[in-house]
């Protein structure tokens, strides 16, 4: 089979994309790579597009942007093979049109959208913009395992930025600070940062260091298929400080930003900061603001479907023997409490961490690797997608 492997690819830090580009070079004979950013790459792939088997996008031609889409759109749409397209950051966000988004996707039709969603969910919010939604979570990370499972030195470890305030769903912030707390009130050792986030290597390095860590599903319980659930907060965001004060994600000159190393970035949005110019999506404005804005999103009025889920996180974690402090959800029907993590209870939250702190030693930890490797790999996701696109026919 001859792949055409479709990603928009920059300085970011989602170690996931490694792990599915080579789930899918893996089952090819050969691969094109195609990285929308370069138009030598664009321009191959519109000269070889009727010689490809399968195309697959991944999650950064469709994250936290809708201008790298267009760049390819219209070779996808001439197509004469399958299209699997898969969406990242599957969530609703007042600076990133997913109005914009959808007619994207429709306006290719691919035969398949491989969602991280639970399927009924992504089956509502992604009707008639494909033959068929495949749900696609992601996988236990290749070549990784339980290793030192004795000699941990962190007892508590986190990395990740606070979910912002429009996901509507605090879960994943407040189950970060009750744990901390709780660990630090048991006087364990705490490595613990919502700025600073480490690439692949060093990633699996600190969990690999780390006894315990905890989260919630991720995502929000709100997403919506319109745009119009935010023009409230837009139009208040106007009135408090002008257009500047809230760029849109791409707004103009930011699908340039995005490419520069991360370093320059950061040294930009601060600089920008100081003018009074923030990305929407990032700025930092005063709890007393934000429950203002929060008031202003009327979710009764509008349909929308819950968006949790699981995420690359938490099968890192398992990969790597470290144990979670979750709260009890679905985790898209793979994880289950107590044989995967420890399902956090507020009331009695120092008996919980005592517990899990033991969880690398005892053997659960590396018991829940055992039961999730054989079917839970991002090869397997690959085959399920595989099996589906048989299942729908090829035919364009």
Known sequence: MRLALIEAVYDYKMSYLNEWRAAWSGIADSVQSVNVLKARDIASFKKELHSFDLIVSLHSLNADSNAWLPKVMAPLSDRTCPLVMFVGNEYSNPWL????????????????????????????????????????????PMGVEPSNLI?????????????????????????????????????GKIDSSD??????????????????????EAGSRYIFDTDEVWLPVLERLSREGGTSRALGNDAKGMTVARRLPAPLKSRLRKLAKTIGIEQGSTAVLDSEFLAELRSLVKVEQFPHVDGKALS???????????????????????????????????????????????AFQDGRAEHAYATLAANHSYSSRVRDILRALDEIGTSR
């Open 97 to 140: 049109s997913t109005e914009t988004r959808l007619r994207h996707i429709q306006s290719v039709y691919p035969e398949i959208v491989a969602t991280q969603l639970n399927l009924a969910s992504a089956e509502w919010l992604y009707r008639g913009t494909t033959k068929k939604v495949v749900a696609a979570p992601h996988g236990l």
């Open 151 to 187: 000699n941990r030195p962190v007892d508590f470890g986190v990395r990740g930025f606070r979910y912002p305030w429009y996901l509507l769903d605090d879960d994943r912030n407040n189950i970060l600070e009750a744990v901390e707390a709780t660990v630090a009130a048991l006087g």
């Open 195 to 216: 700025s600073h986030r480490f690439a692949h290597n060093e990633w699996f390095k600190f969990l690999g260091s780390t006894k315990i860590t905890a989260s919630s």
């Open 312 to 358: 690359s996180r938490h099968l890192d974690a398992i990969a790597t023997g470290t144990w979670q402090i979750l709260k009890a959800g679905r985790y898209s029907d793979v994880l289950i409490p107590e044989v995967h993590y420890s399902a956090w209870d507020p009331s009695n939250g120092a008996e919980i961490v005592s517990d899990a702190l033991q």
